[in-house]
């Protein structure tokens, strides 16, 4: 069944996309990690790891390294169509969320969806959209936190859940489509950054958003965020099982998302009260892959707000932590997508890390949309 997501309740009309919720069934492998770390239980254990995770000098994803192995489930993925009233878009988006959010991040309901990215998309721009809870975290199928939900057997269900999405099999949507584009934001685009690198020609067009390849400020996020075992944190410890980690307070979420005065206070309060949980598997596994030359052949637009924390260190203007010269770190990307039909590199002025839920978001979303109108 359709549901309707009608903005504003007046007698004009109004478009108003259609959505449905679906659980997909996958089945999928991947070659993941096998970490040595025993479960982070306490809040000392918690606090431990991420002083062990940002110390210079020391790869604390090779400390725990034992080898690899293939892990293989079925899972249950949670996920949300969204099309324009009158039927499917022409292109799919496919919408893969980062850490501390699950798939409501792209169509977020606070303020009558006044931030809402699918609203955007569906009914001023008549995309059809994919959003997912990516394995391991909101309404999808949890894992062993540790040496199950990596960011290796999430790009494994981003591809289960494209290539079925491709050949129209997803039971509950009707569509074929010609087209699709792949977006990610933060940890979500570096599974986008693995997947079309791996899938070079499925996408037309790849958006990475409140994402770079620079590595040298991803402690701001690590410790800012003042990471407790999740079963301390009341509003969460029901939804997920002991071993996964999350952010406990407001300061934490705002240190890690959200820019100095481009924000609603009560925005930050929601996001707190709503927010959703990380496994340690997948602190380890956050950059994998994200440092190779992509084989993507599509266009490619990087998007990421002027003071994101973990992508930036608050200013992507500053270049100074970078060799070669290149308007802002943003634009430090372009060499690693020399196949790309296209690369644009967009700062938005003021944003923060969690991109759309700043009051700049309509900076990115014009960035983006202008990308697409041109690229597709
Ligand atoms: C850290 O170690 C992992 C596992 O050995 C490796 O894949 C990764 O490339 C290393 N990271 C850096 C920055 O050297
Ligand atoms: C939300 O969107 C509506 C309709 O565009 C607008 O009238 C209202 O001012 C917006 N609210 C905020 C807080 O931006
Ligand atoms: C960011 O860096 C640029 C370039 O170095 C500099 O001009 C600007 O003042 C910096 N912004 C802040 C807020 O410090």
Known sequence: ??????LVAFATAVAARKCHDLTIPISISARNAVFDLPALVSELDVTNFFLDFV?????????????????????????????????????????????????????????????????????????????????GVGASSKGNPINEIQQFLEVAALTELSTLLRKGSVK?????????????????????????????????????????????FLAGFALGGNFKPV?????QAAKYPAGYITVPSGTGVNIQFFAPHDFDPKLLTYATENGQAAAPGEILTIGAGTGVVNAFKGHLLIVTG??????????????????GTFPDLISFSKPFFPHASSFKASVIPGGGHGLNLGYSHKLAYNSIFDFLKSSL
Not at 1 to 6: A, D
Not at 231 to 235: A, D, G, I, L, T
Not at 317 to 323: F, H, L, V
């Open 1 to 6: 069944m359709f549901k309707s997501v009608t």
């Open 306 to 323: 002027n003071e994101d924390v973990p992508f930036c260190g608050g200013n992507c203007s500053d270049t100074t932590t970078i060799q």
């Open 55 to 135: 110390r210079p000098g020391v790869n604390t994803t090779d400390k725990y390294l034992t080898g690899y192995k293939t892990v293989s489930g079925h899972y249950n993925i949670a996920a949300t169509y969204c099309q324009p009233d009158h039927g499917p878009g022409e292109t799919l988006q496919i919408l893969t969320h980062g850490v501390g959010f699950d798939r409501s991040y792209w169509d977020y309901p606070y303020d009558y969806y006044n931030y809402s990215y699918v609203a955007e998309a569906v009914d001023e721009h008549g995309f059809s959209t994919f959003t997912w809870d990516r394995l």
């Open 231 to 235: 079963k301390e944190v009341p509003c």
């Open 172 to 216: 509950g949507i009707n569509a074929k489509f010609s087209k699709f584009v792949h977006a990610g934001h933060s940890f979500g685009s570096a599974i986008t950054y693995n997947f079309v690198n791996a899938n070079p020609t499925f996408s037309d067009a790849a958006i990475l958003t409140g994402f770079s390849q620079n590595p040298n």
